[in-house]
């Protein structure tokens, strides 16, 4: 299994600001991926998160709109900028189990509201 | 990855089983048929996958048919902690991506 946990949990933002969320594994992990959820939706996926190598975008998601770090086997961040209140979501994170990618753990989530 | 259909809600008996439908009619030999869940305000959690064998933990039973078109998740007896949105999942992807579809929200009843 994995543990991930995920800072802040929740936050309210003014718009036009920017908002980095930390997700932390227990252990150490190629790949990690990040995933927005808007208020009442499904989870869609924004990117992965390769260690050692710049972020891979899912189709509708950009750089610029949404950094990605990655600095080590255990961590990533993502950044939301220059939010707009249609940024309202709850943003998660998520990695493997140790020795399978065929089951995926997720954090708590963050829930952003942008006023 | 294929398209996955599911009906978008279900009410189920507790002590009851549960089983969930998917459908996947243009699933490709590769693509694995996951499924997750999500309880109120927490993040999804795995419950089983399979490929062409039918699977069984300690969560759950997954039924592929022999085409592979569609499969059904069984919660064997159904609890009110298993109150969630289901998720059935084909993918191909090695590294554990994930493509959510709409999910199906079970609602167990005393």
């Known amino acids: 299994s994995a543990v991930i946990s995920q800072k802040p949990s929740r936050d309210i933002c003014q718009r036009g600001t920017s908002l980095t969320i930390q997700c932390q594994v227990d252990s150490q992990v190629t790949m990690m991926f990040w995933y927005r959820q808007q208020p009442g939706q499904s989870l869609t996926l924004i990117a992965t998160a390769n260690q050692g190598s710049e972020a891979t975008y899912e189709s509708g998601f950009v750089i610029d709109k949404f950094p990605i770090s990655r600095p080590n086997l255990t961590f990533s961040t993502l950044t939301v900028s220059n939010m707009s209140p249609e940024d309202s979501s709850i943003y998660l994170c998520?990695?493997?189990?140790?020795?399978?990618?065929?089951?995926?753990?997720f954090g708590p989530g963050t829930r952003l509201t942008v006023l | 990855d294929a398209k996955t259909t599911q009906p978008p809600s279900m009410d189920c008996a507790e002590g009851r089983a549960a089983n969930l439908p998917c459908n996947h009619s243009?699933?490709?030999?590769?693509?694995?048929v996951y499924w997750y869940r999500q309880i109120h305000s927490q993040g999804p959690q795995y419950i089983i996958h399979g490929l062409k064998n039918n699977e069984t933990n300690e969560m759950a039973s997954l039924i592929i048919t022999e085409d592979r078109k569609s499969s059904t998740l069984i919660l064997p007896h159904a609890t009110l902690r298993d109150t969630a949105v289901y998720y059935c999942?084909?993918?191909?992807?090695?590294?554990?991506?994930?493509?959510f579809g709409a999910g199906t929200q079970v609602v167990v009843t005393p």
């Open positions: 998520s990695a493997p189990g140790l020795g399978s990618y065929n089951e995926q753990f």
């Open positions: 999942i084909a993918s191909t992807d090695s590294w554990g991506k994930l493509q």
């Open positions: 243009t699933i490709s030999g590769n693509e694995y």
